[in-house]
């Protein structure tokens, strides 16, 4: 069953959104050369105490941290460690979320560390940051879920990458529901396999977490022995983007967006919806 929202309650999980845009902008300026991943999870535990907030994914499943960084091979669910120190080069992949009064937020952002990053790097980047964006700009009333995999994946598809050969779109992980849970109803993939058909359509109060992640190379991954990082399989670096979105009758608000969405929305020729904290 796919929980829908009433507008209060999305008003609430932008509150929760807010906490987590700004655990971002604190990490991404931290996020520099000689910086453990430990230390990142540290910023990221003072802006949640600042905010009255709570994290979500501290203890889920057992996960020792308040946030995931994923270096370079790491897909997803990196463990914030002392033994990992940031380097000039590096590119990191934070993943964090907030709950505020039992509501959730969720979402993710790829940065560079320092300097001099191999143009492909940049182009990853961009790449799959943009397929999100196209996949938001897909969550419109009537529309299917189907629609958000279509629009993320023809966006990949469709970007030429340096040396040939295609970037590879992860098939283990995708994007799901979200709300008084961190992940809920319906699982979101970032490609089209049609035996899912088409999935719901997308109605009002249809809250998403939509998150590509997107390799170099393989569209393959492993878990390593801590049972929670996973890497591609042929060790080629990779890119994660996520926001928390919800429809409302005035089209998608981007939950975890400082702005709600409206200047990258705008360049897909949607409006977002109106802030309801504004």
Not at 49 to 69: Q, V
Not at 87 to 101: F, L, P, V, W
Not at 118 to 132: D, F, H, K, Q
């Amino acid at each position: 069953m796919v929980q829908i929202k009433t507008p209060e309650q999305i008003a609430k999980m932008r509150e929760a959104g807010l906490v987590v845009a700004a655990i971002h902008a604190a990490t991404r300026e931290a996020a520099v050369p000689g910086a453990s991943t430990r230390d990142l999870d540290e910023v990221a535990r003072k802006v949640l105490a600042e905010h009255n907030a709570k994290p979500n994914f501290l203890g889920y499943g057992g996960f020792p941290a308040t946030i995931c960084t994923s270096v370079n091979e790491v897909v997803v669910h990196g463990i914030p460690s002392d033994e990992v120190v940031l380097k000039d080069g590096d590119i990191i992949s934070i993943d964090c979320g907030a709950i505020i009064d039992g509501w959730h937020g969720d979402a993710a952002y790829t940065a560079f560390v320092g300097s001099g990053h191999a143009p492909e790097l940049i182009e990853l980047s961009r790449v799959t940051e943009e397929s999100m964006w196209a996949g938001i700009a897909a969550m419109k009333l009537g529309n299917r879920l189907v629609d958000i995999s279509r629009a993320i994946e023809t966006y990949i598809r469709r970007q030429p990458r340096a040396g040939g050969g295609r970037y590879g779109i992860i098939e283990d992980y995708g994007g799901h529901g979200i709300g008084t849970e961190m992940h809920m109803d319906p699982h979101l993939l970032n490609y089209v396999e049609r035996k899912r058909g088409k999935g719901p359509k997308l109605v009002p109060g249809f809250c998403l977490a939509i998150e590509p992640m997107v390799s170099l190379g393989t569209p393959r991954t492993e878990v390593l022995a801590d049972d929670w990082t996973v890497i591609t399989t042929d060790g080629t670096w990779s890119s994660h983007w996520e926001h928390s979105v919800a429809l409302t009758e005035a089209g998608p608000l981007v939950l975890t967006s400082p702005d709600g969405g409206l200047a990258k929305l705008a360049e897909h020729g949607v409006t977002a919806a109106p802030d309801p904290l504004a």
